[in-house]
């Protein structure tokens, strides 16, 4: 399958941050968005040419991006993530 790109990324995510009524971590985040998708160890380990980040850090962080400039989620903390107060009512049916 490879790593998913960004957009791919974005309703996943969407949906861990909607079924959670406090913050989670980044980490956490990218764990519970990677065994949704059944992303293998191998493909979250795959790394950008700098070196610096893993390919799926990388497109999972741009998709959050995305998500908070729409007001989908917000970042309280440098390294975590929640849903922002005014759509706490907001849900997702899957």
Do not use: C, H
């Amino acid at each position: 399958m490879g790593v998913p790109s960004f957009q791919q990324l974005m309703l996943p995510a969407l949906q861990t941050i909607g079924q959670r009524y406090d913050e989670i971590s980044i980490s956490g985040l990218e764990d519970e968005v990677s065994k949704a998708l059944k992303i293998s160890v191998e493909e979250r380990q795959l790394r950008l040419p700098s070196g610096n980040q893993t390919l799926f850090a990388n497109r999972l962080n741009w998709a959050r991006s995305y998500l908070s400039r729409r007001g989908l989620s917000s970042f309280p903390d440098v390294a975590t993530v929640a849903r922002p107060t005014e759509a706490a009512s907001f849900s997702l049916r899957g």
